[in-house]
Structure formats: C-alpha cells, structure tokens
C-alpha cells in the first residue's frame, strides 16, 4: 500500500512498526459547538483511510482526541455559566450524534485533555529538564531553537520563520517561534495545579502528550486536516522527538479543507454548514460519497448542486441494491450453475481494480469508478432467471466494496417498507379531508408497482401481487 507522507512529500510504501498492526493518531474536535461539514470531511476521510485498513486485514488502533480545554472552551463556559466539564461532556455527546449519523466508527480511544493533565505536567517538567522547555511566570514555552529539525513537516527553515515572526516578538520568549506548552492561570480562568503554580496545558502539548501514552513513543501514522501541518503538527514532532529522542510518527497524513466558495469552511469565518443542518436534508450515504468521490488531498468546493448531484449518484447504486434485493426475493431457482459461478467468480477483477486504486493512497474518487463500472455489469448480467446464489454473490460485492467507503450497508427493503406506510398514511389523510382524487390517485400508483390495499376493520393492510 503507498501513503502519501506530508513529511516526505512522496508517496511511500506503508511499512508498519508491528506486522498487521496500525496504530493511528487523528487531531479530533475542539469541543465548545457543532462540528460542521469540513470538520466532517476530516473524520469521513480518516474512518475511510481505518475502515480500509481494516479492509486489507490490518488491527487498527484508532486515537482521536478531544480538546475539551482551550480559550474558546473557557469563554464558553463563562458565557452560558457553567463549568468547563459540562461544556466538553454537552458537546462531546453531540459529536457522537453526528459521527454515528455520518456512519463513522467510533474511535478504539476517543482521549480528553483534561484527562490526561497529570502525564501533560510530567511531559512538561521533562522538556525542561532536558533544555527543551523553559518557564516564565508560570508559563512554559518550548524552546524551538535547541531543537534543530524544527520546521521539517512544513518545510521551512527556523531563520525564516523567525524573521517573519519579528513583529509580533512577545518579549518573555527568548524566540520569537518559541511556543506555549503550559499557560499560567488568568483571572476567571481553570487551572490544576503544577511545579509552576497553577495553569492548563496548551493546545499542541495535549496531542503529543496522549498519542504518546496511548500508542507509545513512535506511532505508524499521524493525521488531521491540512490547516494542522503548521504549527500544530510541526509543534507535536518538536515535543515528541525532543522528549523521546525518537521519531513520533513514521507517517503523517493531511486532507484538504472544504471550501465555500473558494474559502476555508471555518467557524471563525462563520461560512459553515453543520453537519447536523446537511444530515437532516441528506443521507449518511449521500455525504460521505461526496466527501469521497474527490481525493481526500484536493480540496473540495462545497455546494448544493454537488450534494444534489451525489444524491443522484447514490440513488443509481442502492437502485442496483435494490434490483438485486428483489430479485433475491424473486428468484425460484436454488441452485447456482457453472456459468453463474464463473460470473461471479469474474467479478474478482472489479475488487482487484479497487483495491489497486485504494491502495495507491487512498484513491477514493477512482474506486467510486470501479464501483460503478462493476454495477453497470452485474445490472445487466443478473435477471430474475439467476440463482438466488449468484444475486447473493452479486449484491455482498458490491457491498464489500461498499464498506470501506462506509456506504452502500442499508437495505432498501426496509425503506420501502416504511415508504408504503407513508403512502398509506397519505391516502388515509387523503379521505378524511374528502380528497378523493388523491385517495384514489395514491392507491392507484400503488397498484401499478405491484401493491394492493385492503381496508380491513383492523386498518388498511397491503400486499405485494405478482
Ligand atoms: P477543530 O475542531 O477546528 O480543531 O477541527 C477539527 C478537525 O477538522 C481538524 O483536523 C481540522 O484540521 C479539520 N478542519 C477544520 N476546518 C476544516 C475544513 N474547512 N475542511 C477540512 N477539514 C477541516
Ligand atoms: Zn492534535
């Protein structure tokens, strides 16, 4: 498999540390709001990238964290008069709503901050004790200068950065590019205590501190959304590696941002969509296979006309779901003949296709192409004269493939099902406001796909007719 490595900027082959083992580290949500769909994308293309290896037969340790302190938090927290605890716990539980709506798997370990402020103190206190950290009033800065590889992941050099940094030199740093990892306690502000009085961790020590005890010193792969590479993640190799001496992540993956139009979706910006609003109006499916029907390293212009145009993409494949479905119901035939096998069999090139295309970095776009192309074949070489065992076959390929994509699971037998009693509800509305017409009108479109309606005294019952 090649992996796209921010770090080398090349594609390379994945090695990882422990044979059929991948240990994962994704920078999750700040935890004062909704996320909103850009956010989304983030977690959709990392669950994709986890679900594949999964797919390929690797154990994945899966970490994503959640930033539960931070200034936005405590402002928060201020505003609506309640701790910082309750503000992460609210928005914690609406993450999940919305991640299980998305179809995304929950995380092996979803880590707080807060949670882990002991292990952050001993971090700290050991990158000054090693020369890498220093404190002033009880703030900690990191000291960018004695680690020298600092600016490796953004590829840029530590003199640049500095010179382009003079105008905002806060005079306590004794460089300008040095950064805080421990911030003293402000008036109105939570804070534990520590060997420097009281404070809270900053942003990017958190992720080191937790990736490192969760997963250990050295992981396979480090990931988040682009805007991450500088200075967070530039920020979490300088704490680690100074720390460990030892490299902290062999690989690290960015995706692009969602864009509207042509801008970074940002909450600062407040040009979002939440991901709640767009699930209430869209599929799970319908988002996800727009999030990956472009590669998760090319940004991504976000618009309605694109989801309206995903939904029809989407409809076409469950369409084939559905047929298969169907057919499963309708076929008499048990056994499956030698032809069938060889079919089925055949349709091995279409998962080799796909799993060409996934495997050269993740290329979800090319392998919605083979998933289609695979469709388009199965619709029209299996008919309600196949076996029951070659449309079994036909429909758990496509879901297969389906799965690491995190679409294409549903039954449409259920929907269809709910969608008749709506139908019925309609008609019954339909007679009691004596519109007939559409009373008539609704039964009548309902005979013509096969289902007929009985009133009965218990209610209106349906059946399905041949
Ligand atoms: P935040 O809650 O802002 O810390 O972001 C959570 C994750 O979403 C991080 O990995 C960010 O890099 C990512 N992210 C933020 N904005 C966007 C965007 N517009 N498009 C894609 N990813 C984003
Ligand atoms: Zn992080």
């Given at each position: ?6 770090l ?28 909103h769909?850009?956010?989304?994308r ?8 986890r679900?594949?290896?999964?797919y390929r ?18 402002k ?5 008069n ?10 914690i ?21 807060t ?10 206190e ?10 002033v009033?009880?703030?900690?800065y ?7 590889t600092?600016?490796?992941?953004s ?12 105008i ?6 004794k ?16 804070g ?5 009085g009281?404070?809270r ?8 501190c937790?990736a ?42 960015h995706?692009?941002?969602?864009n ?7 909450k600062?910006?407040?040009n ?7 699930l209430?109006?869209y ?10 029907s472009g ?12 989801l309206?145009s ?7 494949l469950?369409n ?25 069999a ?13 495997d ?11 998933l ?6 199965i ?5 309600v ?17 389906g ?10 037998k ?44 218990q ?8």
């Open positions: 498999m090649k992996v796209y490595n921010t080398t900027r090349k594609k390379e082959e994945f090695i990882p540390i422990t044979q059929g083992e991948v240990k994962m580290y994704v920078c999750g949500p700040t935890v004062y709001n909704f996320f769909i850009g956010n989304g983030t977690f959709i293309v990392f669950d994709t990238i679900r594949y290896f999964e037969g690797y154990k994945v340790k899966f970490v994503q964290n959640f930033t539960d302190v931070d200034d936005k938090l405590i928060k927290a201020n505003e609506e309640i701790t910082l605890r309750q503000i992460g716990d609210k928005y539980s609406e993450y999940y709503k919305d991640a299980d709506g998305l179809n995304i798997k929950r995380a092996t370990v979803n880590p707080r901050a949670e882990y402020i002991d292990e952050i103190i001993k971090f700290v050991e990158l000054i004790q090693k020369g890498f950290a220093y404190e009033d009880g703030d900690v990191f000291s960018t200068k004695n680690f020298t600092y600016g490796k992941l590829g840029q050099n530590l003199d640049d950065l500095q010179a382009g940094a003079r905002s030199v806060d005079e306590r740093k460089d300008s590019m040095d950064f805080a990892i421990w911030k003293a306690k402000k008036e109105g502000e939570p534990w205590k520590c060997p420097w009281e404070g961790p900053g942003w990017h020590i958190e992720c080191s937790m490192k005890n969760i997963l250990g010193d050295t992981i396979d792969i480090h990931a988040g959304g682009s805007d991450l590479v500088f200075p967070h993640h530039e920020n979490e190799i300088a704490q680690s590696e100074a720390l460990t001496g030892k490299t902290f992540a062999n690989y690290w993956m995706s692009a941002f969602v509207i139009n042509n801008e970074k979706m940002s600062s910006l407040n979002f969509f939440t991901a709640r609003e767009i209430e109006r599929d799970a499916d319908v988002i996800r296979f727009l999030m990956l590669h998760y390293r090319v940004q991504l212009n976000f618009s309605e006309d694109l309206d995903a939904k029809a993409s989407v409809e076409r469950y084939a779901v559905s047929n298969l479905e169907n057919l499963l119901e309708e076929s008499s035939v048990e056994e499956i003949n030698d032809q069938e096998e060889k079919y089925i055949l349709l091995d090139v279409y998962r080799k296709r796909y799993i060409d295309k996934m050269d970095d993740f290329n979800t776009a090319d392998a919605i192409s083979v289609f192309d695979l469709v388009k074949d619709n029209t070489n299996i008919s004269d196949s076996s029951k065992k070659a449309i079994q076959g036909a429909l758990d390929i496509i879901r297969e493939l799965d690491p994509l995190g679409i294409l699971q549903k039954s449409t259920g929907s269809i099902e709910e969608e008749i009693e709506k139908l019925i509800e309609d008609r019954q509305q339909a007679r009691k406001n004596r519109d007939f017409a559409l009373a008539d009108k609704i039964r009548d479109d309902l005979k013509d796909r096969g289902i007929v309606l009985e009133d009965t005294p209610g209106v019952r349906w059946k399905k007719i041949n």
